[in-house]
């Protein structure tokens, strides 16, 4: 089966290197196959009860929401530049400058949670990963890769 669409959740891992390398020469082998390097930054929920309770008791000044947006969003892109930089160290400048065959993009969230939505709301018809990534406490406890697995819409391949 061929798949035009295939989403790499990337944390620069080397289990997530893996995954990308296969992803990408699943692409060769298609059509116009798009990859998606995606990667979940977990951004703090500076509305969650906790943050606004530790807050009203440290008394502190609350930031203007329009602030606190362009706050994350600045961070995003701080992240999504790390990223670009791994990716032409790793795939190099001509997979990079194909847009129309790769691309990069990031979320934020809790990292399963962000994978899901993304994959979902962008119609991609595979999620390829690693089964490892860099939080070592994560994979002890209940790893991205088996929440992705278990809740997705689409086929998962998950790379060793």
Known sequence: MKYSNILVP???SESAKRALTTALEMAADAESAKVTAFFASPVPEFESSQFLAAENM?????VPPEELAAM????????????VEDLKEYVGENVLAAADLFQVAVGQGKPSKAILDYAADHQCDL????????NAVAGMLGSV???VLRNADCPVLIEK
């Open 127 to 134: 999620i390829v990963m690693g089964c490892r990534g860099l």
């Open 145 to 147: 890769s088996y929440a």
């Open 10 to 12: 990337y944390d620069r």
């Open 58 to 62: 440290a008394g502190v000044v609350r």
């Open 72 to 83: 994350q969003k600045e961070y995003l892109d701080y992240e999504r530049g790390l990223l």
